[in-house]
Every structure is written in C-alpha cells, then in structure tokens.
C-alpha cells in the first residue's frame, strides 16, 4: 500500500460487520446489565415491604400491650401460663393470624411474643423471602408499665 491513497475496496472487506458485532455485543451488555438492576431493585423493593409490614404488626402488638398494662401478659405467646381477659386472648389470637397472613412463611417460623419478670415486652416475627432461602426476622422491645 502507498502512503496517502485510500484503501482499495478489497481491503476494507468486512470492517462494517465486525463493528456491528462489537455494537450489538456492547448494546447486549447494557440490556443485561440494566435487567439486573431492575431485577434487584424489585427484590429489594420486595424486602422492604415485608419489614415494613413485620414492624408495624409488631408496634400494634407493642401499642395494645401499652394500653393494657394490666394484661400485658396475655399478649406474649411464651412464659405465660394463664390469661385472665378474654378479649386480650382473643385480640392476640386474630393479632396471630394476620401476621401469618401478611408475612410470607411465617406459618413455618411462629411469631413470638414475650414478657419477661422486669416488664420487658419483646416481639420477633420472622418470615422467609420468595426464594425460600433466606429467612428474614424483626425484634422489636419495649419496657411495658412503670
């Protein structure tokens, strides 16, 4: 080849399809990476939701056991072996089966609800994520009564 002159047509054979290979391989790469993303913020926007959801049934429980001081017991769910108020076991009851509903596999992973000697009231709601393989839990703790 002589410096200066334009390459012949035989020698520039190809060069437009390999740089569209390499656009589309570069577009492909992009495309991808950007439904990964997408894909992570869905799963992370899915986490959220659910320990949103797990802290407010926990500050519900947490609120009527505030307000209930006298049968704080009957809203724990361990280390209580009577309740005197029927309609504290049967707020704890329907408290119970909506936090099953709301929480996905949280039917294999109980809430429990406890109330210790020195008044310290402690929910933990756990619940498996969509894949099954990881198992998300929320506590909550407060000092009930005075």
Known sequence: RVPGRPRSARASRGVALIEAL?????????VL?????????????????QRLEASLLADE???MAHS???????YANTGV????????????????ARALARLPGAASHLPVVNYAADRTFTVTLQWVQKDGAV????????????
């Open 135 to 146: 198992v998300r839990n929320h506590t909550m703790a407060t000092q009930i009564g005075a």
């Open 33 to 49: 990476g950007t439904l990964y993303f997408q894909g992570f913020v869905m799963s992370s926007a899915t986490v959220s939701s």
């Open 68 to 74: 209930d001081t006298a049968n704080a017991g009957c």
């Open 61 to 63: 429980l947490i609120a």
């Open 22 to 30: 390499v656009a589309v391989t570069v577009l492909a790469i992009g």
């Open 81 to 96: 072996t009577a309740c005197g108020s029927a309609t504290a076991a049967a707020y704890m009851a329907d408290w119970t």
